[in-house]
């Protein structure tokens, strides 16, 4: 049986000249695999190749079967007709022909054997939660997460041999997100996700990770992947114990020969003085002596550069501890303290919304696309004004906005945050973005050369570390186009703040990992729900 997809000595470089991918040997077997890896690890970029859009650089790259591709950034024709986009248009038109008695031969010949292209098309949008969706209604009428669903549609329809899906859940509501779910589960064939969606990567069968240029399999969903690497992890954090106790026990027994031999050195040398022996014997015991110490200093000298080795090998294995650590007392909001007030406030889109935030509450904030949720953090910080109604803030808020156009992009990472905190001493500042990981000289690159997982932790340090700091902060959608890594390091930095927030956001296992109190579903209006069960 052939492979569907074989990596062979696969590298790849940016036209700078820069490498991202060095030799990977690589194999991807039928079922669900996902590829992992920090932002800038090259995920979208290995599709791309499997793909064929990219060229390597050297190696190969094998597909058996035809490909499927779902690009990240997907972005079809507003005045496409639906049809149009699952590439049945011809087909229809044909069929509808042949059915009003016009037998011509190039109506059978465009429709072929597939007769039932209309009733396959609407039964995949009926099972992606398209019914609703027309075949004859133009792209522009349907939302952003309707648009990745027909393009998904689209693919289904030609039954491709291999589908890759690249962050298929970016712009989609809960329940989209759900019926995209339930097709992945669905999928039988060789299906490949890059992907930040926690519960997407549990629906897996193996685990690609990239990691400094390389690729490695794990076996499981991403669950599996984390609880493989911790254990390796915690090997090689105590083989790294181990072999440092290893060198400085040759060192100690290095540093007892050089004592040793200088001792003998000296009694030989008192011997000589003495004349107690035929200096023919005393020359011959002199040059013993020389050629045992040389090979007594050389073996232990051989011994400790091992033990230095034994321990960079070992060091190596150990990745880098990356957590955010960072205190923020002046973010504390007391129990009874109000936060935030909402009185029948209308914003310019959405519908009328009365809410209450009081004490360190976390409140998400959920509901379909289009439901207004931006608007209404936008209403709440009166970047948009509200047609009616009052917007009553108790405590300095900030929002940590999708589109993160917070920054100066010309200016540097500390001089943003000194912007937001003209009070603060470099010193300090420089002290916070440490523990925010932007170190010494990192704190001073320019905004622009961040990739988006830098951009996006340089934003919420300038809003952390505001002066005043926000007592409210409130976030849209903050996973959307964040890898894992920068996940879990923006949850890391969520619990240590003391004040309240309010997350708009589709992305439950986050949610529930920053400790959610409330939850609210805007839609026709807003209204407390339960906490989405766990999937």
């Known amino acids: 049986m052939t492979t569907p997809i074989v990596l062979s000595g696969l590298s790849f470089a940016w036209p700078d000249g820069s490498p991202l991918f060095d030799g990977i040997d690589l194999v991807i077997g039928n079922g669900r695999t996902s590829v992992v890896g920090a932002n800038g690890s090259g995920k979208s970029t290995l599709l791309r190749l499997v793909a064929g859009e990219l060229t390597p650089a050297a190696g ?55 007769w039932d292209v209309e009733e396959r ?101 991403f669950s599996d992947y984390q609880a493989a690497l911790a254990a390796e992890q915690d090997a090689a954090r105590r083989a790294v114990t181990a072999a440092g106790s290893d060198l400085r026990r040759q060192q100690r027994e290095l540093a007892d020969t050089r004592i040793k031999l200088d001792r003998r050195e000296r009694y030989g040398r008192k011997m000589a003085e003495s004349k107690r022996e035929p200096k023919i014997v005393m020359g011959a015991r002199k040059r013993q002596a020389q050629v045992t110490a040389g090979k007594q200093r050389n073996l232990h000298l051989d011994r400790v550069k091992q033990a230095e080795e034994r321990l960079a090998a070992a060091a190596d294995a150990v990745r880098e501890d990356d957590a955010i650590r960072i205190d923020l007392p002046d973010t504390t909001v007391h129990s009874r303290q109000a936060v935030l007030e909402l009185v029948a406030v209308q914003p310019r889109f959405g519908p009328e919304v009365t809410l209450q935030l009081k004490g360190p509450e976390r409140v998400a904030l959920t509901g379909p696309n289009g439901a207004g949720k931006t608007t209404l953090l936008r209403t709440i910080t009166g970047e948009l004004p509200a ?59 320019v905004v622009a050369t961040l990739s988006g997982g830098e951009l996006f932790r340089a934003t919420l340090a300038a809003l952390l570390l505001a002066d005043p700091a926000p007592r409210l902060l409130m976030l849209d959608e903050p996973t959307n186009n964040l890898d894992l890594a920068s996940v879990r390091r923006l949850t890391e930095a969520l619990r240590c703040y003391r004040g309240a927030l309010l997350v708009a956001s589709h992305d439950v296992p986050f949610l529930r990992e920053l400790g959610i109190t409330r939850w609210l579903r805007l839609d026709a209006g807003l209204c407390e729900i339960e906490a989405p069960a766990g999937e």
């Open 60 to 114: 190969s790259v094998t597909v058996a079967g035809t490909v499927g591709y779902l690009p990240q950034d997907i972005a079809l024709q507003a005045d496409l007709k639906v049809e149009d986009v699952l590439g049945i248009g011809p087909a229809r038109a044909a069929l509808a022909a042949i059915e009003a008695g016009n037998t011509a031969a190039e109506h059978f010949s465009v429709l072929g054997d597939d």
């Open 387 to 445: 047609r009616s109604g009052e917007v009553r803030l108790s405590v300095p808020t900030r929002l940590l906005p999708q589109r993160l156009d917070v920054l100066d992009a010309t200016a540097t990472i500390a001089d943003n945050v000194a912007r937001f905190a003209p009070q603060a001493s470099a010193n300090a500042i420089r002290a916070n973005l440490a523990r925010l990981l932007f170190p010494g000289s990192r704190a001073g690159q």
């Open 121 to 221: 098309a609407v039964a995949t949008l009926n099972r992606l939660g398209l019914g609703h969706v027309t075949l004859d209604r133009r792209v522009g009428e349907l939302s952003g997460g309707e648009s990745i669903l027909l393009a998904l549609a689209a693919l289904l329809i030609r039954r491709p041999g291999v589908l890759l899906l690249d962050e298929p859940t970016n712009n989609l509501d809960l329940n989209a997100r759900r019926v995209l779910y339930d097709a992945v589960s669905a999928w039988r064939g060789v299906l490949v996700i890059v992907s930040h969606d926690r519960e997407l990567l549990e629906r897996v069968d193996t685990t690609v990770e990239l990691y400094q240029g390389h690729a490695r399999t794990f076996g499981g969903t």
